[in-house]
């Protein structure tokens, strides 16, 4: 069954509202009419069944909860923060929708001396940013998710590395490293701290570069931040595909997928 979004705020009680391009889909696209049963999240963690009551001339769905529903999300053993080099449009709409996919708790794009695109104006960063969210929203939806990971404003690479520590694990992906597969240089590291982490999930920050990669000084930066640096064997990924794989090891080795 197809889920659908519904704000925290459109829940009253046991009664919920759609509206919007939701409500659209519920009506126009797959026809449900009242009686039907309609499964919610509302992007915090929380997923519901619903009974459709009510569809209004102007397209609204109004309705009651029939029941909670169990999250998947809840049970996750580690929050893995994807701090990916900002990408040109598709590939960057690509890293989000799998990194969604893959149970990413967030997205933060970072700005390198080789992030061939910087986002400048504040108003074009607003756009991209509507853009972004309705990627992971579309993404989401597809899998069943019922938290959306934010996606943060751009920021410095210096800036995003030096906020994460002390605030969990972080890990580097290096092309430096090529040869090195992930397995070999990762597996330990990963275990060690789940082994370490308590009754918490693991907070995992992953920085993957951009295209033209990390330079040398970004990556004694991040050594000197408590990095942990690792490879991804001895073929070159694009940058959205290292992120996806990268992510994927890291849920697999600490049991999210």
Same mark, same amino acid.
């Given at each position: 069954m197809p889920q659908f979004f519904v704000a925290a705020a459109d829940i009253h009680k046991k009664s919920f509202r759609l509206t919007g391009p939701e409500a659209f889909h519920v009506v126009k696209v797959l026809r449900f009419?009242?009686?039907?049963?309609?499964?919610?999240?509302?992007?915090?963690?929380?997923?519901?069944?619903?009974?459709?009551?009510?569809?209004?001339?102007?397209?609204?769905?109004?309705?009651?909860?029939?029941?909670?529903?169990?999250?998947?999300?809840?049970?996750?053993?580690?929050?893995?923060?994807?701090?990916?080099?900002?990408?040109?449009?598709?590939?960057?709409?690509?890293?989000?929708?799998?990194?969604?996919?893959? %149970?990413? *708790?967030?997205?933060? =794009?970072?700005?390198? &001396? +080789?992030?061939?695109?910087?986002?400048?104006?504040?108003?074009?960063? !607003?756009?991209?940013?509507?853009?972004?969210?309705?990627?992971?929203?579309?993404?989401?939806?597809?899998? %069943?998710? *019922?938290?959306?990971? =934010?996606?943060?404003? &751009? +920021?410095?690479?210096?800036?995003?590395m030096r906020?994460?520590?002390? !605030?969990g694990l972080i890990l580097l992906a290096w092309e430096g490293m090529a040869g090195s597969t992930a397995g070999e240089s990762l597996r330990a590291v990963l275990r060690a701290a789940d082994a370490g982490r308590g009754a918490q999930a693991l907070e995992v920050h992953l920085f993957v570069g951009p295209e033209g990669g990390f330079t040398e000084e970004e990556v004694e930066l991040a050594e000197t931040e408590g990095a942990e640096l690792f490879g991804l064997g001895?073929?070159?990924?694009?940058?959205?595909?290292a992120a996806a794989a990268a992510t994927a090891i890291v849920q697999y080795e600490l049991g999210g997928l």
């Open positions: 009419c009242r009686g039907q049963s309609i499964e919610l999240f509302d992007g915090k963690g929380g997923r519901f069944e619903g009974v459709i009551e009510d569809i209004g001339s102007d397209g609204v769905v109004t309705g009651r909860i029939s029941a909670t529903l169990k999250a998947d999300d809840a049970r996750a053993p580690a929050r893995v923060h994807l701090h990916l080099g900002l990408l040109k449009s598709s590939h960057w709409d690509y890293a989000l929708e799998k990194g969604t996919e893959l %149970g990413a *708790a967030s997205f933060t =794009p970072i700005l390198t &001396p +080789r992030t061939v695109v910087l986002l400048h104006e504040v108003e074009r960063a !607003r756009a991209k940013q509507d853009r972004w969210a309705r990627v992971v929203m579309a993404a989401a939806k597809q899998c %069943g998710r *019922a938290e959306l990971p =934010p996606v943060h404003e &751009p +920021r410095p690479f210096r800036d995003a906020a994460c520590k002390d !605030r001895p073929r070159v990924l694009r940058a959205e595909t």
